[in-house]
């Protein structure tokens, strides 16, 4: 008996440690504010007929099996899981291990301009910083002035925009500076001429 107990404290243990690890690769440095017309990939370990692929509807919220309707629209995708996993609980499983992960962003977008050679509106995904939104623009021209590129952000409180400089040059030079910074939503990325 005693063996048993340690075997499915074993099996719930793994199932956490991969829960949160798969979590960590699914949703890395960025963190994504679910919006309305995004896909968002549900899966509950060992119970296949709990998966699904639900959009979130025009007023935020997602329908979920059991779940009639739960509101996500703002919130992150481990605090939807955490939301998930407390309607689940008790109810319909005992311990659901529930991921959460974004399949398609349709909500979020940032903008590239100036001097790349692909500029226009792009899909914002988890992880998206300012060169790696160059490089989706097709990176810069030969024109382009490396050490001055903006990004303007609109402001939280009041009309127009923050303004971010970044050098890229120096992201380049030593990735380890976090000088590369997250986009958010409806950030303007817009690299100058020399």
Known sequence: MKVKVKIVCLIVLFL?????????????????????????????????????????????????YFIDSLDVEGKTLKDIEKDIISRLSGRYLRYPT????????????????????????????????????????????????????????????GSGYDEINVNLDRIIEDSGNNADILLQNEDIVVVLEK
């Not at 440690?17 to 440095?29: G, I, M, Q």
């Not at 226009?120 to 490396?146: E, H, Q, R, W």
């Open 16 to 64: 956490l440690c991969s829960a949160e690890l798969w979590h960590v690769f699914s949703d890395t440095k960025g963190v994504y504010h679910v919006g309305i017309g995004d896909i968002l990939s549900i899966r509950v370990l060992g119970h296949k007929d709990f998966d699904a692929d639900v959009v979130v509807n025009p007023d935020g919220t997602i329908n979920y």
């Open 98 to 157: 529930v991921m959460v992960r974004l399949k398609n962003s349709v909500s979020q977008r940032f903008y590239v301009y100036g001097e790349v050679n692909s500029p226009g509106m792009f899909k914002l995904t988890p992880g998206i910083t300012v060169l790696k939104a160059i490089a989706m623009a097709g990176g810069y021209s030969p024109y382009a002035n490396t050490k001055r590129v903006k990004v303007l952000r609109l402001k939280k409180f």
